[in-house]
């Protein structure tokens, strides 16, 4: 079982800019249209955890729902998801450990974590396993950084790096334990 991070980060750690926003990550020349490998890490896992933030963030995109594996929103004051998202994404809600576990019950074994409050969440509770960070060529200054505060040094070994598109790079880090 692997709680698994894939995400994208500038050059100075942030995954959204100062006003929340993303676009800074479709400015990369991609005439090819690569995924960067993302479909390759989609056939890893089993289903997806990301917070309340990123879900609606995902409900603003202008194009179907992204994801063919099952959703699971950490939220304590969502009270149920739109009817469209019904058979797509489930409520969870309650101690991290013990989410992970029940997921891990129903059969769920690498879990993709996304969302930068619940990527910190999963790190203080030191139950992420591997992270897979693209560094995008851009120094936004500000916005949401990808760690937070941690009660002690998390420590990960680097395993893998992946050049794309001649100016992002992909860093694999598995978790040393």
């Known amino acids: ?10 050059l100075d750690g942030f995954i ?15 005439p090819e249209g690569s995924d960067l490998g993302f479909a390759d890490f989609m ?24 994801y063919n594996k099952p959703v699971f929103v950490l ?18 809600r309650g101690e991290l450990t013990d989410i992970a576990e029940q997921l891990a019950q129903q059969g769920f074994k690498n879990l993709y974590i996304d969302g930068g409050k619940t990527i910190q969440s999963f ?22 950084p990808l760690f937070g505060e941690l009660n002690e040094p998390l420590k990960f070994r680097h395993v893998n790096a992946v ?11 598995v978790r040393q334990r």
């Open 1 to 10: 079982m692997a709680n698994i991070v894939y995400i994208g980060a500038s």
């Open 16 to 30: 959204a800019d100062k006003n929340n926003c993303l676009d800074w990550l479709h400015d990369l020349p991609n």
């Open 43 to 66: 056939a890893r896992v089993d289903a997806i955890i990301m917070g309340r933030n990123t879900f609606e963030t995902i409900q603003g995109f202008d194009c179907e729902w992204p």
């Open 75 to 92: 939220s304590n004051t969502l009270k149920e998801v739109p009817k469209v998202f019904s058979d797509k994404v489930s409520l969870v």
């Open 123 to 144: 790190l203080q509770q030191d139950l992420i396993d591997e992270l897979i960070i693209t560094t995008i060529p851009t120094i936004l200054g500000s916005g949401t």
């Open 163 to 173: 050049r794309y598109l001649d100016c992002v790079v992909k860093n694999y880090y």
